[in-house]
């Protein structure tokens, strides 16, 4: 199929969700369906298959596809996710990301969306974070605290991090946690100091806390002298 257009009809979206079809692997779905833990649809697509079909669709008027809405299976969250990215102007990107994250039911459809920041939107990312981690669905808050880990090793912004994980005490979602987990490994990787001092005066949920440190501890990042002075904050 030519994925190289500059308007999508409906009848290129039929034809697109075919050409999808045939992509699949039909004897990998359900263990894939079992990972990615997903009420949706699942074809068992290659990602490097997934990736390619996205940045040949990129190259045309991907907003025109975007605009078509595909959904029916899991990987079209992948496709269209992947082109939300490449939208340059944020206030656009955050109309088709919301949705998008409205209809996310898995770690695999957050965890595909790779932000960028810069000088321009660094503010204007930080407070939609801010809006998708209080959100009532479990994946939208797991978004938001995946754009945390973009701020890491940005001036000011650890402190504040850490008072925004201090407050999810009461989470009680495990694909939130997890990602919390991940999000201080990474901090501790990057800025190890101040995660040390975090861990000696957090505010977490045992599972968390417990999760962060084994996090940590699996990661080569970190000093064998730091995994074993990390399981003194284990409960």
């Not at 833990?37 to 907003?63: C, E, Q, R, W, Y």
């Not at 088709?96 to 209809?103: D, E, G, V």
């Not at 754009?147 to 000011?156: A, D, S």
């Not at 806390?209 to 000093?223: A, T």
Request: glycine residues 4%.
């Amino acid at each position: 199929m030519d994925l190289f257009k500059q308007t999508w009809t409906k009848e290129d979206g039929d034809e697109f969700q075919q050409f999808l079809i045939g992509c699949g692997r039909p004897e990998k779905t359900e263990w894939t369906k079992h990972i990615i833990n997903t009420s949706m649809p699942v074809l068992a697509v290659l990602s490097p298959v997934i990736k390619d079909i996205t940045k040949k669709i990129a190259k045309g008027n991907f907003i025109s596809f975007l605009d078509l809405w595909l959904w029916d299976y899991f990987e079209n969250t992948s496709v269209n996710g992947g082109l939300i990215m490449k939208i340059k102007d944020f206030d656009m990107m955050k109309s088709y990301l919301l949705p998008f994250c409205q209809k996310a039911d898995n770690w695999a459809t957050c965890d595909l969306l790779n932000f960028s920041v810069d000088e321009k939107n660094q503010k204007k990312l930080w407070d939609l974070s801010l809006e998708l981690a209080v959100s009532e669905k479990p994946f939208v808050r797991r978004v938001g605290v995946n754009i945390w880990f973009k701020y890491i090793k940005r001036i000011g912004y650890l402190p504040e991090i850490f008072n925004l994980i201090n407050g999810m005490r009461g989470e009680t979602e495990y694909y939130v946690n997890m990602v919390v987990a991940w999000l201080i490994a990474e901090c501790f990787a990057k800025n190890r100091d101040a995660t040390l001092a975090f861990f000696k005066t957090n505010n977490l949920n045992s599972f968390t806390v417990n999760k962060s440190v084994s996090k940590c501890r699996d990661s080569f990042r970190v000093s064998k002298e730091d995994k074993e002075l990390l399981l003194q904050f284990k409960r």
